[in-house]
């Protein structure tokens, strides 16, 4: 056993002296991250589809739900550029704004189409 661990420390070491960030790779494979409630500046949110998912690769996360309030426009802007960088999964959704029992309810819905 300690053979096996020398070698996985040998080599993170090697990684590491390379520039490779071992622990962000270690967290998104063993620690998948999505945030699965994203908006753009398509309803509410402060930046463009393609901004949101480029802040998204850099934080780390493995995938983004776009979930602008009622509206899909920012949805395939979102997927054409994740496509184009390639690593990042993005879900399709909307956050739907009704009225229950007179009050305000959001719904959030994933993989629409």
């Given amino acids: 056993m ?3 661990q020398l070698f996985v420390y040998n080599i993170v070491n ?6 490779y960030d071992i622990w962000l790779e270690f967290r998104r494979v063993l620690f998948r991250s999505f945030d699965l409630h994203v908006h753009t500046y398509h ?14 690769i850099r934080k780390g996360v493995n995938g ?6 009622d509206t899909v ?3 395939e802007a979102a997927i054409k550029h994740s496509k184009k960088l390639g690593n990042l999964v993005v879900v399709p959704g909307i ?12 719904i959030l819905g994933y993989f629409i189409d």
């Fill in 2 to 4: 300690i053979d096996r």
């Fill in 14 to 19: 090697k990684l590491e002296e390379n520039g």
């Fill in 43 to 56: 309803s509410d949110g402060l930046l463009s589809p393609e901004k949101v998912v480029e802040m998204a």
């Fill in 64 to 69: 983004i739900a776009i979930t602008d309030h």
């Fill in 73 to 75: 426009s920012g949805i």
């Fill in 95 to 106: 956050e739907l704004g009704c009225i229950h029992n007179h009050e305000e309810v959001h």
